[in-house]
């Protein structure tokens, strides 16, 4: 044998669905099957003492034996079995690894929910496969042969001969050993059978006997028009992408549940996706009742043991629909036939952890793959999505009026720079405070909301608003702790400012308020009137969510104060007014997606007024009473705001004109993550010089948003492109390097939120 001729070892994954799935082992890949083995492949290999033949998908290939060579095995052959689900999702694992970057394990725990200790509820039952004479017969042997284990479990049988009996009971209360038990089912006098009883997921929310009714709804012109046209596409086989462009409460679900029942009256499966903070009792109930049984419903809330029921009841068909955040993508679903996302614009749909997908990437791949369509719907669609489909990539519908004829609220901009020289140096402006008195008096019910996304120190003056941003960059500066000002994207950095540049007034700094002093405030102004608080304090508790709306609903508050967590997809029939109390906090964050967020915000806010018969009214507190985010929030004129927007993105190189790739440099010792970070731009400058520099730029280093976080030390690099594969490329390369400062990591971030 040639000692030139490497060996390839396979590190191999043998069961994909138990916790010790970071666990591998090494096989040799023979000469004959090196070319047809690479990351992802499902392998047949010999596997303990007995050389017991078993699948496994290879995870990684080296050169390097990690135990003797002489003990490790090699592969058999490559399976050629029909592709299953469970291949599927493992080639969406490498596609995600590839596309997002990450390690294989990572990927795969993404698509596959790992298996906790926490067995399913089996039910095991003990009965009888004889008459009672024959158990009678055996009972005397038993009793001859002093058999008294025997004998106590005959004794019992005979006497539960009709339900038989439960087995923890015969092992644990009866002492009856296994081999017992074992040995009468041997000689066919029993029979051990195992029933799984699935943990619901529906909860204690959903009454289960509550009969699964259609209230009967016929969808309008333009509900129909969408409806229709996805339907005839679906029915003659053509697997499209759609983005339902509609308002709040045009009636955008009603939309998706006429198609799902399309789509599984065809005999395929549906993944119906809602943020986690949409996902609430009422959503829920709404589905039940239309589709009963046949949904399951997948949050956070669950226990390990609860999502992987969800997940067997999928892979085995007996689900049809699932509801669910993200991690629903992943349903291994055997004949997917659509993937709804609602809200598609939401933050929530782009994963913190490794690997950092976008659902919406994921969805499209897997619809690619499995022949299924997607729809995606907002009433603020991603500048993503909507550039998508004015390029024709996928096919836009737009719901234009509220179903059920409720009117779209009036909406006032208050400029709080005018409320300062008025003197009123309440958080309630003169409009905000006149219109609240006049809800209260006429008993309905009014939301005020903070924004506090963004609440990283940006720095504005309260008396002209001018904000502090990077020349460079056109965000804004944040202060840190060392009180300087510095930009996240460049690293640029000043002083702070004590008088604002701009109109020399010494009210400039960065600004906070939170919900609990909004709560106090308003017992000050309006003593009586009935206040509940939602924020991450009061939510807490698994329930308390659920509870402070329901209370909300049955009008046992009159005023609900809440951050960004009260805006999402609520029907309160009652709420007349919304007050949003600073408009400007997430407009300067050090964000390049800061006038996306803000008109989401906005709009979602504004469209919880006046869902009733009442109009509603919105009031939009504001130092940038001219910005664009702003004004065409409050005219609802989305395709103004994504035009401003675009240009914006396209001026700027920024998604999703060009793409941008975050790369975290990692380290416990400052000093080595700086050296270390050093030697990374030197590499990737020496790699875009490879690649070409056309359509590539690179920003940074510079410190991260939160520098210092738990003792680890983080420096930034942002590589903006217009090719999405150059980025690919630069992070199969980094991924590779062996640093010097071995302590050190490395983290990627494809388009980051
Ligand atoms: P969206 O998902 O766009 O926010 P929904 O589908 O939740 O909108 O509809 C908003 C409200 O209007 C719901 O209460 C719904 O029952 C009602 N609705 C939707 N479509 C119709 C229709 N065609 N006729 C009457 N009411 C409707
Ligand atoms: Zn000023
Ligand atoms: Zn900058």
Redesign the pocket.
């Known amino acids: 044998m040639s000692v030139l001729n490497k060996d390839l070892y396979a590190d191999i994954i043998i069961d994909i669905s138990i916790e010790s799935l970071d666990k591998t082992f090494q096989y040799r890949i023979p000469d004959s099957l090196k070319d047809r083995v690479v990351a992802g492949t499902k392998v047949n290999i010999p596997f303990g003492k007995g050389d017991r033949r078993i699948t496994g998908y290879v995870v990684s290939i080296s050169e390097r034996p990690k135990i003797d060579i002489s003990k490790i095995k090699d592969i058999d052959s490559v399976c050629e079995k029909q592709i299953g689900i469970d291949d599927r999702m493992i080639s969406l694992a490498f596609w995600m690894r590839e596309q997002f970057g990450s390690t294989a394990n990572e990927a795969l725990k993404c698509v596959i929910p790992v298996k906790k200790i926490i067995k399913n509820k089996v039910e095991r039952q003990i009965l009888p496969l004889v008459d009672v004479l024959r158990l009678q017969e055996e009972l005397k042997k038993a009793e001859k042969r002093h058999a008294t284990a025997k004998k106590r479990l005959l004794e019992e049988l005979i006497e539960e001969y009709d339900q038989g009996l439960r087995y923890e009971l015969v092992t644990q209360k009866l002492n009856i050993a296994v081999t017992t038990i074992n040995a009468l089912v041997k000689d066919g006098v029993i029979k051990v059978e195992s029933k799984t009883s699935y943990r619901s997921s529906l909860g204690k929310a959903i009454d289960r006997k509550e009969e699964k009714s259609r209230t009967e709804?016929?969808?309008?012109d333009e509900?129909k028009t969408i409806s229709d046209s996805i339907i005839s596409d679906y029915k003659a086989g053509r697997r499209d992408k759609y983005l339902i462009h509609?308002i709040?409460?045009?009636?955008?679900?009603?939309v998706y549940m006429s198609v799902i029942d399309e789509v599984i009256a065809s005999g395929k499966s549906v993944i119906m996706l809602i943020p986690e903070i949409s996902l609430t009792y009422q959503t829920v109930k709404r589905f039940y009742k239309r589709f009963g049984d046949s949904i399951s419903v997948i949050n956070s809330r669950l226990s390990a043991g609860e999502r992987y029921d969800q997940y067997l009841r999928a892979k085995n068909g007996e689900t049809r629909i699932v509801i669910g955040p993200r991690s629903a993508v992943f349903t291994p679903f055997d004949n997917l036939g659509l993937i709804i996302i609602?809200e598609e614009h939401e933050g929530s749909y782009k994963s913190e952890q490794s690997p950092k997908y976008s659902t919406r990437d994921v969805a499209f791949r897997r619809a690619e793959t499995e022949g299924a369509s997607v729809i995606l719907?907002s009433?603020t669609p991603s500048l993503e999505s909507y550039s998508a489909a004015k390029a024709g990539r996928i096919k836009l519908f737009e719901?234009t009026k509220r179903?059920?004829g409720a009117e779209l609220p009036c909406v006032h901009i208050v400029d709080l720079r005018d409320e300062l020289k008025a003197r009123n140096m309440s958080i309630f402006s003169r409009k905000l405070k006149a219109l609240m008195i006049d809800r209260l008096s006429k008993n309905e019910q009014i939301m005020l909301f903070i924004n506090r996304r963004g609440l990283s120190g940006f720095v504005n003056c309260r008396s002209c608003g001018y904000v502090v941003k990077c020349p460079h960059c056109d965000v804004s500066l944040n202060l840190h702790n060392n009180g300087k000002l510095i930009c996240h994207y460049c690293g640029y950095e000043q002083p702070a400012v004590t008088t604002c540049p701009s109109c020399g007034s010494p009210y400039i700094k960065s600004f906070g308020t939170g919900t609990q002093k909004v709560e106090e405030m308003i017992n000050k102004t309006f003593p009586g009137a009935r206040v509940l608080r939602m924020d991450a304090d009061t939510t807490r508790n698994k329930d308390s969510y659920d509870e402070i709306l329901s209370k909300f609903s049955n009008h046992e508050a009159d005023i609900l104060v809440g951050t960004q967590m009260i805006v999402k997809?609520h029907?309160f029939h009652k709420v007349t007014l919304v007050g949003i109390l600073l408009a400007d906090m997430s407009l300067y964050t050090s964000d390049y997606r800061s006038a996306e967020v803000t008109y989401e915000l906005l709009s979602q806010a504004a469209g919880r007024a006046g869902r009733g018969e009442a109009k509603g009214d919105v009031v939009i507190q504001t130092y940038n009473p001219e910005h664009y985010a702003i004004t065409t929030s409050a005219v609802h004129d989305y395709k103004g705001f994504y035009d401003e927007e675009i240009s914006f993105r396209k001026l700027m190189n920024y998604p999703p004109s060009w793409n941008m790739l975050k790369i975290m440099v990692a380290c416990g010792d400052e000093g080595a993550l700086l050296r270390e970070t050093d030697r990374v731009k030197a590499d990737i400058d020496k790699e875009i010089s490879l690649l070409g520099e056309e359509g590539i730029k690179v920003f940074g280093p510079s410190p991260a948003n939160i520098y210092k976080l738990n003792d680890v030390y983080r420096m930034i690099f942002y590589i903006k492109s217009s090719d999405y594969r150059k980025l690919v490329i630069l992070k199969d390369e980094l991924g590779e390097r062996q640093g010097v400062e071995k302590a050190v990591s490395l983290q990627f971030d494809f388009n980051p939120i």
Not at 217 to 220: G, K, S
Not at 248 to 254: D, H, L, P, V
């Open positions: 709804i016929t969808l309008n509900q509609g709040t409460g045009s009636g955008k679900t009603e609602d719907g009433a719901l179903a059920g997809g029907d």
